[in-house]
């Protein structure tokens, strides 16, 4: 049974957009970031988080959440070397999951409020607060419970203390900027965050 004609060209189109958003992300990650050196380190991108975002609302969770998932995956060969730090292969698993996996992947909910919220502004800006939450969690669980037990801070704080205020220097920052971004381009670019594109190409 030969698939049709519309249904190919829309998942065609729906993994090249993905491919590019997801290629504009990882320079947006490695190429546009500063350090916020005035805490303990990390640093803060600009806005790279928000292709992944546009995927999530243009072309729903699941494709959001896979493309979130390829993301992480590159993040993490990046960044490799981070995760053979661990001294055991329980700890190189959860840095990985931890650190890359969940924490990036977690970004494809953002799409989440899309449906039941009223203004559409309120559902984008909520949605990245959740999944810049959620990755942040993941952060601040591998640094308190792994990253403390290999190397001990030097600030005389908890474990817990340290990766909150390490995590929380580059993630408020990070989500602050995402956050204005997103909303910036959605007002002009509304139809398109919608994907009303989209239906408009199936309707012809």
């Known amino acids: 049974m ?3 004609r519309t249904v190919s060209a829309r998942t065609t189109r729906r993994m090249l ?13 490695e190429f546009a ?10 640093s803060v991108t600009l806005g790279s988080i928000v292709p992944l975002v546009l995927i999530s609302w243009r072309w729903g969770t699941r494709q959001g959440l896979f493309s979130a998932f390829v993301f992480s995956l590159l993040q993490m060969f990046v960044g490799f070397k981070n995760v053979t730090y661990g001294q055991t292969v329980f700890q190189m698993v959860l840095i990985a999951l931890l650190d890359y996996v969940v924490a990036f992947t977690v970004v494809g909910l953002a799409a989440v409020f899309r449906k ?15 999944v810049s939450a959620l990755r942040f969690l993941c952060h601040f669980v591998s640094g308190w419970m792994i990253w403390d ?11 817990a203390a340290y990766s909150l205020i390490y995590n929380g220097g580059y993630m408020l ?3 602050l900027v995402a956050l204005v971004i997103a909303l910036l381009l959605f007002v002009p670019l509304r139809r398109y965050w919608l994907g009303e594109d989209l239906t408009e190409a199936r309707a012809g």
């Open 2 to 4: 030969s698939v049709p």
């Open 17 to 29: 957009e993905s491919a590019i958003l997801i290629g504009i992300a990882m320079v947006l990650s």
């Open 33 to 42: 970031k500063f350090s916020s050196t005035w805490l303990f380190g990390g």
């Open 116 to 130: 039941a919220a009223k203004n559409q502004l309120v559902a984008l800006g909520g949605g990245i607060l959740l």
């Open 149 to 159: 037990a290999l190397w001990p801070n030097d600030k005389g704080l908890s474990g």
């Open 173 to 175: 920052p990070e989500t």
